[in-house]
């Protein structure tokens, strides 16, 4: 069975701070992990989407990375338009179309 | 642009009481998905559907009804409610391709007293 895990479950930034959230994963084989972002009262956005270890996808201050058992989303220099909850989800080979969520990182960046 | 549009909003029920739940998109996408989501618990997948006239079970499908008439409409029932489906929906829409991306509504915030 797919799972995902992600840490922490809630960050505290000062705007400018620049972190890390991490994915953890474990899926039977990997056509992609996907990366979403989601603001309060409203559905999931698409960021990104990784298919294999060594792969890196970038957007504005967002840059997400991929190994064979995790994935990490790096903050550089966030400012308080990205305080948002950040959800991961995998699509195993074994899974058709079906992701598998985390339970997603509560960020907050305060200016 | 619409994309994914979900209707109503807001809803509250009764306990036993039925009703549906409507999703509907606008980007001709073959696959669509209902899921729910609840505190710390991630979003799990209800019901989904490969195209028109074809629904397949999820995750958590029990107590729960689809319905894919049309390839752009995809309905989610509540037949007899219970408290244990207070929660908010979210209907998603992706390409033909299984590993492409989902494209989600903003969700129906559902209380069931």
């Known amino acids: 069975e797919d799972q995902v895990t992600q840490s922490p479950e809630a960050l505290r930034l000062q705007e400018g701070e620049s972190s890390s959230l991490n994915c953890s994963y474990t899926?039977?084989?990997?056509?992609?992990l996907f990366w979403y972002r989601q603001d309060p009262g409203k559905g999931p956005e698409f960021l990104f989407t990784?298919?294999?270890a060594g792969e890196e996808k970038e957007k504005e201050r967002l840059k997400a990375t991929l190994t064979k058992k995790e994935s990490f989303l790096h903050i550089t220099a966030p400012k308080p338009e990205d305080s948002a909850t950040y959800l991961c989800?995998?699509?195993?080979?074994?899974?058709?179309?079906?992701?598998?969520f985390g339970a997603g990182t509560q960020v907050v960046v305060t200016p | 642009n619409a994309g994914v549009t979900q209707t109503p909003k807001f809803r509250v029920l009764k306990t036993g009481q039925s009703m549906t739940l409507l999703c509907a998109q606008d980007?001709?996408?073959?696959?669509m998905y209902w899921y729910r989501q609840d505190p710390g618990m991630g979003l799990r997948l209800i019901h989904y559907?490969?195209?028109?006239?074809?629904?397949a079970k999820g995750e958590v499908p029990d107590g729960y009804n689809v319905s894919r008439l049309k390839k752009q409409n995809f309905l989610l029932g509540l037949e007899s409610a219970a408290p244990s489906q207070t929660s908010v929906y979210f209907c998603?829409?992706?390409?033909?391709?299984?590993?492409?991306?989902?494209?989600f509504g903003d969700g129906t915030r559902l209380s069931i007293l």
């Open positions: 980007m001709n996408h073959e696959y």
């Open positions: 559907s490969v195209g028109e006239g074809t629904t």
């Open positions: 899926v039977s084989g990997l056509r992609g």
């Open positions: 989800a995998v699509l195993g080979t074994d899974s058709w179309g079906k992701l598998q």
């Open positions: 998603a829409s992706s390409r033909v391709a299984s590993n492409q991306p989902q494209h």
């Open positions: 990784l298919y294999s």
